[in-house]
C-alpha cells in the first residue's frame, strides 16, 4: 500500500493557461475526492468520484474546471485559463469500499498562477 | 446546514504543556461522523481519529486524546506533554453528504 499519489507537486503557471494534475489513490479504493486550500484555510471540497462516475461536484468547481476517472483508478483535474484566484494546493483523497469514512490524502499539488 | 468552527486560529506553548484544541460543530442529521486531522509543515493530511455520533466515548492514544459531547456539539482535542513534533496545523471535520466539511484549522506552535 503506497498511499495516494499526486502529480506534479508544484506547478507554476502563467494566466491564461491550462494545466492538469493527477492523482493515484490508494489501489482498490473506488472513492476518490478533489479538495483545494488556499492559505490559513481548511480544505474545501470540489468534487467526488465513486469508480469512473463523478457524483457530486462542489460550487466552488466552475466551467473552466474539469475532472475524470476514465477507468475508476486514477483522476486528472484540469483547469482552464487559469486565474490567480486558483492559486492554492490542490489535495486528493481516497476511500476504500469496506466501509469507514476516514479519508486518506495525497500530498497535495501547489498551484500558483503568476 | 454542516459547519464547523475552530475558534483558536493560533496556540503558542512550551514543551511539556498539556494543549486543548476546540472544535464545534453544527448539523441537522442524527448519525455522522467527526474527525480530526494533522496537517505538518510537509503539507499532507494524517489521519488521525473518527468518531461517530453514537458512540460518545472519549478515546485515549498515546498523548492524545479526544472528549466527544454530543450536549455541546464539541469535539475536542488534547495532546499531553506536548513535544516540538506535534507542531502542525490541526483541522476537525464533519462528513457532510460524500464530503468532510474541515473547520479553519489551528496551528500549533511547541517550542523547546
Known amino acids: 500500500d503506497t498511499g495516494v499519489s499526486q502529480d506534479p507537486r508544484h506547478k507554476i503557471t502563467k494566466r491564461g493557461q491550462n494545466v492538469t494534475f493527477r492523482c493515484d489513490p490508494i489501489?482498490?479504493?473506488?472513492?476518490l475526492y478533489w479538495y483545494r486550500q488556499t492559505l490559513g484555510q481548511g480544505p474545501e471540497f470540489l468534487t467526488y468520484f465513486q469508480n469512473e462516475a463523478q457524483l457530486e461536484k462542489s460550487r466552488l468547481l466552475s466551467d473552466r474546471f474539469s475532472a475524470e476517472r476514465p477507468k475508476g483508478s486514477f483522476s486528472t483535474l484540469e483547469i482552464q485559463r487559469t486565474e490567480q484566484g486558483d492559486s492554492a494546493m490542490y489535495l486528493c483523497?481516497?476511500?476504500?469500499?469496506?466501509?469507514?469514512?476516514?479519508?486518506?490524502f495525497g500530498p497535495g499539488t501547489r498551484l500558483t498562477v503568476l | 446546514a454542516q459547519k464547523v468552527t475552530q475558534a483558536q486560529t493560533e496556540i503558542s506553548v512550551v514543551e511539556k504543556e498539556d494543549v486543548t484544541l476546540d472544535c464545534v460543530y453544527e448539523?441537522?442529521?442524527?448519525?455522522?461522523?467527526l474527525f480530526w486531522y494533522k496537517q505538518p509543515p510537509s503539507g499532507e493530511l494524517v489521519f488521525l481519529i473518527r468518531r461517530n455520533s453514537f458512540d460518545e466515548q472519549n478515546e485515549i492514544s498515546g498523548r492524545y486524546s479526544w472528549n466527544f459531547q454530543k450536549s455541546t456539539s464539541s469535539f475536542n482535542f488534547t495532546i499531553t506533554a506536548s513535544q516540538v513534533v506535534d507542531s502542525a496545523v490541526y483541522f476537525c471535520a464533519l462528513v457532510s453528504g460524500y464530503a468532510l466539511n474541515f473547520g479553519k484549522g489551528t496551528s500549533l506552535l511547541v517550542t523547546p
Open positions: 489501489s482498490e479504493h473506488n472513492r
Open positions: 483523497a481516497s476511500i476504500g469500499s469496506g466501509g469507514g469514512y476516514e479519508q486518506f
Open positions: 448539523t441537522r442529521d442524527t448519525t455522522y461522523y
